[in-house]
């Protein structure tokens, strides 16, 4: 393991899971080079779609910024070495569905409607699809 104490910059994640993640992001630098984040990054966002279900974002870099919503109590932002970790869960957002209307004036043009959908309502789509 990595000889190294990470620094919680803030999190409101458990501490058994802010312990995970750092556990995580130390077995990873053993695993890849440091300046490999996009791997480092992708081991820790596995371990933890694996362990937590699926979901979790994690970005890793010396240098970024970054703006985002997640879902409460599934965020930790910490340092460790030179490196900062940011490790997330996204919330549910609405499924996206879409259907294909033939356009009735032209036989050769098709329009596409996008409908998002907070939850399955097949009143709507036996109506209108």
């Not at 870099?61 to 340092?79: D, E, L």
């Amino acid at each position: 393991m990595l000889e190294g104490k990470a620094v919680i910059k803030e999190s409101d994640m458990p501490v058994k899971m802010q312990k995970q993640a750092m556990a995580s992001a130390s077995q990873a630098l053993d695993i890849y080079d440091v300046s490999d984040c996009v791997s480092i990054a992708a081991h820790i966002k596995k371990e933890f779609d694996g362990l937590f279900g699926c979901g979790w974002q994690c970005v890793v870099g010396s240098n970024f910024g970054c703006f985002f919503t997640h879902s409460q109590g599934t965020f930790i932002y910490f340092a460790m070495e030179t490196l900062n970790f940011l490790v997330f869960k996204a919330p549910l957002l609405p499924l996206l569905d879409f259907y294909i209307e033939r356009d009735r004036h032209e036989t050769t043009t098709w329009v596409v409607i996008f409908i998002p959908f907070l939850y399955d309502d097949n009143a709507f789509r036996n109506r209108f699809l």
